[in-house]
């Protein structure tokens, strides 16, 4: 008696083992999973089944338990469940098609075989119709999710997307072969299991059971309804399960907590590499509309073939991702429409000054209509040198800054012409009046703007109204821009864009480099790199980025204020430096200069990080306030 319930348990726990490592095979298409944490989802569900009716509910536990640990998320897992699950009803279809031509008692067997013959038919018209993907079920699914809030519209057409473009892959790359092994092997320990099971009943109730009559109790459309736990003999065969889970479970928790702390950077072809919801909500709404078409293909073309490591993405319409392609690993850029059009002006800086100074290399660029798209190597020795200065000395952090601005002042920012006063009314006009307005009229931010004064983490600030009336005012920037000088700069010169090598790296010759220009400032003044460090230095941007949370209430902003001792240090090293290379009205403009860059940031993180666009307003105000300080009206002139 104990050997038929032990080999049942036995044959169990190897179809199970298996039917991971067939789900395995979906997963690992798109990333690496952590097999472990496919055992204890499969664990759960099948527990759910055990006690919940109509079986479904179990899949949906188990999509959720594993897609929380997915860097794809539940939408993927919930796609690769369906996929699983359809395998298994076509494979209990065939299951009773045998039974059918076996038993004697053909009636017990024709209804089963309609059942499941419908249900499998019903899967695979839709399966057909989301491949095929046509415009009307396009529309339909667009203006059901639409109907819902931006979060549940999002979840909604990611998971419809998801199901779409996965199964498109799915047929193309998994192993047809190893898929067909996999669901026969499963199978076959099943059906192992159930007659070593149905051998094991007849020693306990000295009545004979069948093979037969156990696959009909449970998989019977009846019983489907009714949980497993309630059904005949249920309690036995859910002992027989819950055993054989617990010999997978138990070693599964164990190795998944052994490794919970490991570090590894295991990629993913990331179905929608956006930086925020809003960005995969746009594209998700494009794709549904089929409005363009050449749009979704090129998107598609780019991200064919990519393993995603992180999405470096930040503070422009740009996409930048760490990924392996055929280029190795490597930093992937790249941009559609306009904002593809000063992607490729970036490449162009890149190489126009390569002979000046450090600069990444460029391993692939692709131009097309639409986009534009170029790779930069990565470099395990090389960080920002944001994470630079924090790795190491604070003397070493600055001179390595220190190290940075000779260069680029030497090198790059000479010689100098004079700046037209048409050059400096249109940079006023574009970069500071009208993203004032685009601040003052954004939603997000349409109750703040409401108040005279902004407490920020319980200290007052002015609001915005105020700065545009003093030291934002057109008469006061053309009187700080008038002296400003023109030459090349990099223009968007932060210590993200500084990349650093680790001491054990470095060589004579270069010890750091610089990436991503931006070429789109109208007022092309060295101005703007010193003022770009200052909104690092002394705006805090980097820590700000690394923000998570932000909370309102009335005219309160409360956040987490991370800004570090080595930024304090650093940024009192630059100023030093900028008094001995600049006289006051050229620091003063600097100054005057991050503000602009804070003006220009706003309207981005309005529209594509609007969650945390009050953090950067929060932060705004407050450089505004010290700029006043310094150089307003009753300010110590002497600097």
Not at 348 to 355: D, G, N, R, T, V
Not at 390 to 404: A, F, I
Not at 485 to 505: C, K, W
Request: proline letters at 2%.
């Amino acid at each position: 008696m104990i050997a038929w319930f032990a080999a049942s348990i036995a044959a169990l726990s190897l179809g199970h083992y298996i039917k991971v490592l067939r789900w395995k095979m979906f997963v690992e298409i798109y990333e690496k999973p952590h097999e472990s944490n496919l055992i204890v989802s499969l664990a759960v569900g099948y527990f759910a089944n055990f006690c919940l009716p109509f079986k479904v509910f179990g899949d949906l536990i188990r999509a959720v338990v594993s897609g929380k640990k997915m860097k794809n998320g539940v939408s993927f897992s919930l796609t690769t469940v369906v996929i699983d699950r359809m395998l298994d009803f076509i494979a209990v279809y065939f299951l009773f098609i045998g039974l059918f031509f076996s038993s004697s008692s053909d009636d017990d067997y024709r209804k089963f075989v309609v059942f499941y013959s419908i249900t499998i038919g019903v899967f695979l018209l839709g399966f057909f119709v989301l491949i095929k993907a046509n415009k009307l079920l396009k529309t339909v699914i667009a203006k059901l999710c639409h109907i819902f809030n931006m979060n549940t519209e999002l979840k909604g057409l990611l998971f419809f997307w998801a199901l779409i473009s996965s199964l498109k892959v799915l047929v193309k790359k998994t192993n047809k072969l190893k898929l067909v092994f996999y669901t026969m092997s499963i199978w076959l320990f099943y059906l192992a299991s159930y007659y070593t099971f149905a051998k094991f009943l007849t020693l306990i109730y000295q009545s004979t059971y069948t093979l037969n009559e156990v696959v009909l109790s449970l998989f019977a459309q009846g019983d489907l309804i009714i949980p497993t736990l309630f059904q005949s003999q249920g309690v036995w065969f859910a002992l027989v399960s819950f055993i054989s889970l617990m010999i997978l479970i138990i070693p599964a928790v164990i190795i998944r907590n052994v490794k919970s702390n490991d570090a590894s950077i295991a990629g993913n072809i990331s179905l929608l590499p956006h930086v925020s919801n809003k960005q995969r909500l746009d594209f998700l709404k494009v794709y549904f509309s089929g409005d363009d078409p050449s749009y979704i293909k090129n998107f598609m073309a780019l991200n064919k073939n990519v393993t995603v490591i992180r999405d470096y993405s930040s503070g422009s319409n740009a996409t930048t991702l760490l990924c392996d392609g055929i280029n190795g690993t490597v930093f992937r850029k790249y941009a559609f429409g306009d904002a593809g059009e000063k992607l490729y002006d970036q490449i162009l800086w890149l190489k126009k000054y390569k002979s000046v100074l450090p600069i990444t290399d460029v391993v692939f660029e692709a131009k097309k209509d639409d986009y534009f798209c170029y790779e930069m190597p990565y470099i395990p020795s090389a960080m920002s040198l944001f994470e630079y200065v924090h790795n190491t000395s604070t003397d070493r952090g600055w001179k390595t800054l220190e190290d940075v601005l000779a260069s680029v002042k030497q090198k790059l920012h000479s010689p100098c012409t004079d700046a037209t006063q048409q050059i400096i009314n249109d940079y006023v006009n574009e970069k500071i009046i009208a993203n004032i307005g685009k601040i003052e009229s954004a939603d997000v931010l349409s109750r703040l703007m409401s108040y005279d004064k902004i407490e920020i983490n319980g200290c007052a600030y002015n609001n915005l109204s105020y700065y545009k009336r003093s030291i934002l005012s057109p008469q006061t920037l053309m009187g700080i821009f008038g002296s400003d000088t023109l030459s090349a700069v990099h223009g968007d010169l932060t210590m993200e864009n500084i990349i650093a090598m680790q001491e054990s790296f470095q060589s004579e010759t270069a010890s750091w480099y610089i990436i991503d220009p931006n070429t789109a400032n109208l007022l092309d003044t060295p101005c703007l790199d010193y003022a770009k460090l200052l909104q690092s230095l002394h705006g805090g941007y980097e820590f700000l980025m690394r923000t998570d949370k932000v909370y309102v209430d009335a005219n309160r902003i409360n956040f987490e204020d991370t800004y570090s001792l080595t930024y304090k240090k650093l940024y009192e090293e630059y100023i030093k430096w900028l008094k001995s290379n600049f006289d006051y009205s050229v620091i003063k403009s600097i100054f005057y200069h991050e503000i602009v860059h804070w003006l220009r940031l706003m309207p981005y993180k309005i529209n594509n990080d609007t969650e945390r666009a009050v953090l950067f307003y929060a932060g705004m105000l407050r450089v505004m306030n010290d700029v006043e300080k310094m150089f307003g009206e009753g300010a110590n002139n002497e600097g």
